[in-house]
């Protein structure tokens, strides 16, 4: 695959199905800061979330038989850091 195929095909999942499956991404990740907040005891937000979401897909790179799959993920998983981070981060703070 080229750079581009996995980007789009980031793309389509995060636009498609996966929104269709865990709704909204950005709702979803304040939804998992707040529940690794209240477990680690310490503040984590909504692009923590998205980071070490895409820091356990590099991990997977390091063992096993790595798929397409891993690396799509984790090009979505730093696309929607880079949502949270600019585009939404005003309504990501309250």
């Not at 581009?4 to 990740?29: I, P, S, T």
């Not at 937000?45 to 979401?53: R, S």
Request: proline fraction near 1%; include cysteine; hydrophobic fraction near 35%.
């Amino acid at each position: 695959m080229k750079s581009h195929q996995f980007l789009n095909q980031a793309n389509v999942l995060v636009k498609g199905q996966r929104e269709k499956d865990y709704g909204d991404k950005v709702n979803n990740h304040k939804n998992i800061a707040k529940l690794w907040t209240a477990y680690l005891d310490t503040y984590v937000d909504p692009h923590d979330v998205a980071i070490m979401m895409s820091l356990l897909k590099i991990a997977r790179t390091k063992l096993g038989e790595v798929s397409k799959d891993t690396y799509i993920d984790m090009s979505a998983y730093g696309a929607i850091a880079g949502e949270i981070k600019f585009k939404n981060c005003k309504e990501v703070k309250k």
